[in-house]
């Protein structure tokens, strides 16, 4: 497309957001209604394509992308009258005599720009968002998931109102053209250094921006953890989806005096989840391409292979694989692996911990496996993360300004939604009329 071809796509969509055909609750709800049967009637086309570019199974397609976006979908088909109801907040002193209500007006025309490793939820779970906010949206999913790209870009206008969503299929030039134009929302997940692209072409047009990135996710054993529990969900976060999940643990910082038990529980655990030749596992899925095999297989040289480490270039098959022995400069703990290798290191008291974290930059999750309510406070209070799940006998919690924008994006406040607040204040010299005063507080950004 030339750049005259993408600037009267966004106006075609920003004329027909301005006919106000998108704000009813008819509209969106016809629109979650569409993607819904689009989901289940076509949930062959999506199961293939998923295999086709992640060797992803059924059971693991369903939980992450096609039946994950039904779900989604009946979630906001059932909420969404109640989302666009205003809120009443109390007034500041200095407004009294008034009552202040957030209304939640749709932003526009959105740009969702998504990536590969989850392609259908991180791109039609942010395009729910934008529905319920009763905006219109331009996708641009990830060209390295190509199949499942060309499945949306076909079926998108069959099942959607194409005045309101179009689809554009390309990479990185096609997505520069589509960054020169004016958006009032740009929703991006992929890496920080497309994050920090889009947000420079954000800020030309101050606009709203919501970065869904990635990062180097620490996970912490201590002493006091159920090492089987903490081995199964460790297993499970690092090598589902052969590793390329941007919250997966990306290294574990194990207590020396559990270390040698833990790693060998977690090797046990490996060959009961995917078995003694991961190869043949149904469950076990494929690197996406050829760059991203050749990262991973460097990255193996940056310890000691203790579990796996086998590989095959033509089918872009990397072991489940446990890495010891892995200095902290090494160039695995330099970069978020994306991939099925998990370094362990050793570490010997919480302080050490607190430490090895904060000389990093604040991770997108922190996992601490701890029956010792002591440790997991002391680790919380003094870190920080976008989530932070404990597990043992409590469970902290955190949220990051990251993490809170997407619930705000997608599921509970759809595409960040402008509020806008109304002090209706009682105007004396017209008693018993009401004077409106109405002005944008609050864009998420
Ligand atoms: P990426 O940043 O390379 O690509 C993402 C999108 O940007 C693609 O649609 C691509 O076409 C576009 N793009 C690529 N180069 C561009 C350029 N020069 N200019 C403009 N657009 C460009 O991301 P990736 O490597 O494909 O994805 C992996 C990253 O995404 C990891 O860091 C991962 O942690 C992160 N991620 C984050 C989340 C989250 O929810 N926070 C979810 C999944 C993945």
Redesign the pocket.
Known sequence: MSTNEYSALVARHRNYFRTGATRGVEWRKSQLTALRAMMTERAEDFYASLWTDLRRGRVEADFVDVKYLVGEAEHALAHVGQWMEPMRVSSLRMLVPSHTRVRFDPLGVGLI??????PLM?TLSPLIGAICGGNVAVI?????AAATANVMARLVPEYLDRSGFSVVLG??PE??AL?EQQWDHIFF???????R??MTAAAKNLTPVVL????KNPTIVHSSADLHVAARRIAHGRWANTGQT?TAPDYVLVFKDVAGQFLEILKQTALQFYGEDPRKSPDYGRVVNAHHFERLTRLLGSGTIYHGGQCDAAERYIAPTILVNVPPGSPAMQE?I?GPILPVLEIGNVQEVIDFVNARPSP?GLYIFASDHNVTEQILDSTTSGDAPGWGNITGSGDSA?TRM?AAFSITAPFSISTCATHRMRDTRHCGKWRTACWPEHRSA
């Open positions: 720009i998504g990536t590969w490793n989850y991180l641009k999913p990830s060209e390295v990479a990185a997505t520069t960054l997940t992929g890496g920080t250094t497309v994050g692209i889009v869904e990135l990635g990062g941007c978020e994306f997108l990251r997407r």
